[in-house]
Nanobody
Framework: QVQLVESGGGLVQAGGSLRLYCAASGRTLSSYAMGWFRQAPGKERELTGVTTRSGSSTYYADSAKGRFTISRDNAKNTVYLQMNSLQPGDTAVYYC??????????????????????WGQGTLVTVSS
């Protein structure tokens, strides 16, 4: 099974940018579709976006479209989340997750019968106004 470790979170002013990293170990990342999620204080975890095993296709939640970009480097076993034009509403713990099926990543936060294979521990992003 793959293990995931996120990094890159921190404090940023509104309008700024951050790049999050999700480093995988234990198994080659190319076996997995990958997703980024976030959970704000007092709220449910929500999908930010997903990418297929090769990285050729991505899907974003409305909150991320036009501002966030997911990319991956399977040779480096790393997935990235580039976040631009950050706003205080983006403050959350950001998690990466891996599953062989991209569909599972897309629906895991809305379908209680779906699970994904592995989650990272999260990295905190705080956006100040």
């Amino acid at each position: 099974q793959v293990q995931l470790v996120e990094s890159g979170g921190g404090l940023v002013q509104a309008g700024g940018s951050l790049r999050l990293y999700c480093a995988a170990s234990g198994r080659t990342l190319s076996s997995y579709a990958m997703g980024w999620f976030r959970q704000a204080p007092g709220k449910e975890r929500e999908l930010t976006g997903v990418t297929t095993r090769s990285g050729s296709s991505t899907y974003y939640a409305d909150s991320a479209k036009g501002r966030f970009t997911i990319s991956r480097d399977n040779a480096k076993n790393t997935v990235y989340l580039q976040m631009n034009s950050l706003q205080p509403g983006d403050t959350a713990v950001y998690y990466c997750a891996a599953d062989p099926k991209v569909h599972n990543l897309v629906v895991v936060t809305t379908d209680k019968d779906v699970y994904v294979e592995v989650w990272g521990q999260g990295t905190l992003v705080t956006v100040s106004s």
